[in-house]
């Protein structure tokens, strides 16, 4: 019987599948690159995939640091118009 294992770091998937030991779903930001080279290629385009949240999550202190709210502002900014990870 073969062994399945597992990971929960997107670029050991990657490592794997480049390896050929097995499939991965990632996002496009660790996927692209090795596509672009020729490394990897998309099976199944059109399966469908979960959304999964984005949080941003600080300890709750009075006043807020500038630094905070500016870095949180800029996150919500920059994800504010889609999935920039995504696929093209």
Do not use: C, H, Y
Not at 26 to 51: M, N, Q, S, Y
């Amino acid at each position: 019987m073969k062994e399945i294992a597992t990971v929960n770091n997107g670029e050991a998937m990657r490592d794997l599948a480049i390896a050929r030991l097995g499939f991965a779903m990632l996002p496009g930001f660790i996927a692209l690159p090795a596509i672009a080279d020729g490394k990897l290629e998309r099976v199944l385009p059109d399966a469908a995939t979960r959304d999964m949240p984005i949080s941003a999550v600080w300890p709750q202190v009075q006043p807020l640091p500038a630094k905070l709210r500016t870095l949180i502002d800029f996150l919500a900014d920059e994800l504010a118009g889609g999935e920039p990870w995504k696929m093209p």
